[in-house]
């Protein structure tokens, strides 16, 4: 897989399986996304959807990827699937960039928001349906 092109303006973070419909809604965002998981089968379910320049995170090893971070991206949007991989996505993001990094979650378990912006968010965005986040794009 290769390393994200330069000219993406949003960087987005999926770190567990989505449906197609969660996919189909950056469709008219394509141009301007990057895309990134650590996970190999979230890897193909974005192949699968047409995202062909996606890097996959080690996130233990945020070193490695200071080649992706110096695309300068003005956001970079986590979806959270647990919290201890959005946590070390965040890790990873901060380390390398000095834009906005959002964590968007639903609302299956209260998590105060204050725990993701000490590690690092600077916004946490609680949604009921995941498949409708464009508005975080604008």
Not at 26 to 43: K, N, Y
């Amino acid at each position: 897989m290769s390393i994200t092109s330069k000219d993406k303006e949003i960087l987005i973070c999926i770190n567990s399986p989505k449906g197609n419909h969660f996919f189909a809604q950056f469709e008219p965002f394509r141009d301007s996304l990057a895309m990134t998981t650590h996970s190999p089968v979230v890897a193909q379910q974005m192949l699968e959807n047409g995202y062909n320049n996606i890097l996959l995170l080690d996130l233990e090893n945020k070193e490695q990827h200071k080649d992706l971070f110096q695309a300068h991206y003005q956001k970079i949007i986590i979806i959270e699937g647990n919290i201890l991989e959005c946590g070390l996505a965040v890790d990873v993001c901060k380390s390398y960039t000095k834009g906005p990094i959002y964590v968007v979650r639903t609302k299956k378990r209260f998590v105060h928001p204050r725990l993701y912006q000490s590690i690092g968010a600077s916004y946490v965005i609680f949604t009921n349906n995941e498949n409708d986040i464009t508005f975080i794009f604008k």
